[in-house]
C-alpha cells in the first residue's frame, strides 16, 4: 500500500487542529466559570458588608444616650456609616475596591465598639444614678411620713398637754341666804333670799399655769333671765352675760371657792322656781348647778 506523504500532512495539521481548538475550548470554559464564580464570590461579599453597613446604622438608631458628646460623636459614625454604605452601592465590585471597603468597615466597627462601650458605661452609670435617686426619693418620702407622723404626735401631745392643763372643778353648790340682824342664814324662801351663794371646788393640777384666774358666775331665773345682771364680756366670738366676777390666786393644788351674788333692788323679791348658774373660766364652762326657791 503506497501513503501519500502530503495527505499525511493534512490529517496532522487538522488534527493538531482539533486538539488545539478542544483545548482553547476547555480552557475558555474553564476561565468564564472562574471568572464568574469570582464575579459572585465578590457580589456575595458586597452584599455581605453591605448587610453589616446596614445593621451597623439601625444599631445607632437603637442608642439612646443623654450625653451630648457622645451623642454628636454617634451622629458622626453614623453619618460616616451612611456614606460608606451609599459608596459601595454606586462602585462597581473587583477585589481592590471591595478590599478597601472592608477595611472601611473594620475601622468603622473598632470606632463603634469604643463608643458603644462608652454608651454602657454612661448608661450604666445612669442606672446606678436613677437606683440612687429613687433610693434617695424614697428616703425623703419615708423621712416626710416619718416628719408628718411626728408632727401629728406632737399636735395630739400639745392638744392632750392643753387638755389636761386645763382647770377642771367639781361639787358645785348653791344655796339661798337672806339676811338677819346682819348675818347671812339660809333660806329657801324667794321672798326672803336676798343673796345666792354659789361653791366650787377647783381641783388639783400640776400641769395648770399657777396664778390669778378669773371666774365668772351666771345665774338665770325662772324667766330666763340674769339674775345681779354685772354686763358682759366677749370671748372672740362668744358673749358672756355673768352676775359675778371672782379672782383667784390658783397654786396648782385644791381651793374650795364661794361667792355672794347679790340680787339687784329691782329684782327682790325674787321669783319662785328653779334657779340655774353656770361657772365659766374665760369662755369654758367647769360646770353648773341650780337651787329651788319656793
Same mark, same amino acid.
Given at each position: 500500500?503506497?501513503?501519500?506523504p502530503?495527505?499525511?500532512?493534512y490529517?496532522?495539521?487538522?488534527?493538531?487542529?482539533i486538539?488545539?481548538?478542544?483545548?482553547l475550548?476547555v480552557?475558555?470554559f474553564?476561565?468564564?466559570k472562574?471568572?464568574?464564580?469570582h464575579?459572585?464570590?465578590l457580589?456575595? !461579599?458586597?452584599k455581605?458588608?453591605?448587610?453589616?453597613?446596614?445593621q451597623?446604622?439601625?444599631?445607632y438608631d437603637?442608642?439612646?444616650i443623654?450625653?451630648?458628646l457622645i451623642?454628636?460623636?454617634?451622629?458622626?459614625?453614623?453619618?460616616?456609616?451612611?456614606?460608606?454604605?451609599?459608596?459601595l452601592r454606586?462602585?462597581?465590585?473587583?477585589?481592590?475596591?471591595?478590599s478597601?471597603f472592608?477595611?472601611q468597615?473594620?475601622?468603622?466597627?473598632?470606632?463603634?465598639?469604643?463608643l458603644?462601650?462608652?454608651?454602657d458605661?454612661?448608661?450604666?452609670?445612669?442606672?446606678d444614678?436613677?437606683?440612687?435617686?429613687l433610693?434617695?426619693?424614697?428616703e425623703?418620702?419615708?423621712?416626710?411620713?416619718e416628719?408628718?407622723?411626728?408632727?401629728q404626735?406632737?399636735?395630739?401631745?400639745?392638744k392632750?398637754?392643753?387638755?389636761?392643763?386645763?382647770?377642771?372643778?367639781?361639787?358645785?353648790k348653791?344655796?339661798?341666804?337672806?339676811?338677819?340682824?346682819?348675818?347671812?342664814?339660809?333660806?329657801?324662801k324667794?321672798?326672803?333670799?336676798?343673796?345666792?351663794e354659789?361653791?366650787?371646788?377647783?381641783?388639783?393640777n400640776?400641769?395648770?399655769?399657777?396664778?390669778a384666774?378669773?371666774?365668772?358666775?351666771?345665774?338665770?331665773?325662772p324667766?330666763n333671765n340674769?339674775?345681779a345682771d354685772k354686763?358682759?364680756?366677749?370671748?372672740?366670738?362668744s358673749t358672756?352675760i355673768?352676775?359675778?366676777?371672782e379672782i383667784?390666786?390658783?397654786?396648782n393644788?385644791?381651793?374650795?371657792?364661794?361667792?355672794?351674788?347679790?340680787?339687784?333692788?329691782?329684782e327682790?323679791p325674787? !321669783?319662785?322656781?328653779?334657779?340655774?348658774?353656770?361657772?365659766?373660766h374665760?369662755?369654758?364652762?367647769?360646770?353648773?348647778?341650780?337651787?329651788?326657791?319656793?
Amino acid at each position: 500500500m503506497i501513503v501519500n506523504p502530503q495527505l499525511l500532512n493534512y490529517r496532522l495539521i487538522i488534527g493538531s487542529l482539533i486538539i488545539a481548538v478542544a483545548v482553547l475550548t476547555v480552557y475558555s470554559f474553564t476561565s468564564y466559570k472562574s471568572i464568574a464564580t469570582h464575579q459572585q464570590f465578590l457580589e456575595q !461579599e458586597k452584599k455581605l458588608v453591605e448587610s453589616e453597613l446596614s445593621q451597623m446604622i439601625a444599631s445607632y438608631d437603637d442608642v439612646s444616650i443623654s450625653n451630648n458628646l457622645i451623642s454628636s460623636q454617634l451622629e458622626d459614625a453614623k453619618r460616616a456609616t451612611k456614606l460608606t454604605l451609599d459608596s459601595l452601592r454606586i462602585l462597581r465590585s473587583d477585589l481592590s475596591v471591595l478590599s478597601k471597603f472592608k477595611q472601611q468597615l473594620f475601622n468603622l466597627k473598632l470606632k463603634n465598639k469604643t463608643l458603644f462601650k462608652t454608651v454602657d458605661s454612661l448608661n450604666e452609670v445612669n442606672k446606678d444614678l436613677e437606683r440612687e435617686k429613687l433610693l434617695a426619693n424614697s428616703e425623703l418620702i419615708k423621712q416626710q411620713l416619718e416628719n408628718s407622723t411626728l408632727v401629728q404626735k406632737n399636735k395630739n401631745l400639745n392638744k392632750t398637754l392643753e387638755k389636761g392643763a386645763l382647770l377642771t372643778a367639781n361639787s358645785f353648790k348653791a344655796k339661798g341666804f337672806e339676811t338677819f340682824f346682819g348675818n347671812k342664814r339660809f333660806s329657801s324662801k324667794a321672798k326672803r333670799v336676798e343673796t345666792i351663794e354659789v361653791c366650787f371646788i377647783l381641783a388639783e393640777n400640776s400641769l395648770t399655769e399657777a396664778g390669778a384666774k378669773d371666774f365668772y358666775i351666771q345665774i338665770v331665773n325662772p324667766k330666763n333671765n340674769v339674775v345681779a345682771d354685772k354686763g358682759s364680756i366677749n370671748f372672740g366670738e362668744s358673749t358672756l352675760i355673768y352676775s359675778a366676777k371672782e379672782i383667784v390666786n390658783y397654786n396648782n393644788n385644791v381651793v374650795e371657792v364661794c361667792i355672794d351674788v347679790d340680787a339687784d333692788i329691782n329684782e327682790k323679791p325674787l !321669783e319662785q322656781g328653779n334657779y340655774y348658774i353656770s361657772i365659766f373660766h374665760k369662755d369654758r364652762k367647769l360646770g353648773s348647778t341650780q337651787v329651788n326657791l319656793n
